[in-house]
Nanobody, 126 residues
Framework: QVQLVESGGGLVQVGGSLRLSCVVTGRDFRRGAMGWFRQAPGREREFVAAHKPSGGASYYADAVKGRFTFSRDNAKNTAYLQMNSLKPEDTAVYYC???????????????????WGQGTQVTVSS
C-alpha cells in the first residue's frame, strides 16, 4: 500500500521560511514524478512544484519560482519543498503527490498523479 505523509507546515510571518517533507512508503521512491500542490479556502487545487527523475528536471509555478525549491533524498524516500520569502497568498493546505509516466506536459496536472498525501497547513501571517 502506497502512503505519502507530509509534515513541516505551520504558522510563519511574512518573509519567513518553512520546509515541507513528504515521506513515501510502499513504492520505489526513485521511480516516478513527485509533485507539490496547494489548495486555499474557496479555491481549486493548484500546482506548486514537481520533479521528474528522468533528466532530473524540476518545474515550478510562476507564483513560487525563485522562492520555492524542490528536492528529494532517495535514501530517505523523502521529497522536500523549501519555501522562502513566504507571502500571505502562500497560505494553503499543501499536498504532495506521486505518479508514474508523467511527462513535461502533465507534471502540472493534478489528475495525472496516482497517490496523494493528507496535506499539511501552511499559514503566512502579515
Amino acid at each position: 500500500q502506497v502512503q505519502l505523509v507530509e509534515s513541516g507546515g505551520g504558522l510563519v510571518q511574512v518573509g519567513g521560511s518553512l520546509r515541507l517533507s513528504c515521506v513515501v512508503t510502499g513504492r520505489d521512491f526513485r521511480r516516478g514524478a513527485m509533485g507539490w500542490f496547494r489548495q486555499a479556502p474557496g479555491r481549486e487545487r493548484e500546482f506548486v512544484a514537481a520533479h521528474k527523475p528522468s533528466g532530473g528536471a524540476s518545474y515550478y509555478a510562476d507564483a513560487v519560482k525563485g522562492r520555492f525549491t524542490f528536492s528529494r533524498d532517495n535514501a530517505k524516500n523523502t521529497a522536500y519543498l523549501q519555501m522562502n520569502s513566504l507571502k500571505p497568498e502562500d497560505t494553503a493546505v499543501y499536498y504532495c503527490a506521486a505518479g508514474m509516466g508523467l511527462i513535461t506536459s502533465t507534471v502540472r496536472n493534478a489528475a495525472a498523479y496516482d497517490y496523494w498525501g493528507q496535506g499539511t497547513q501552511v499559514t503566512v501571517s502579515s
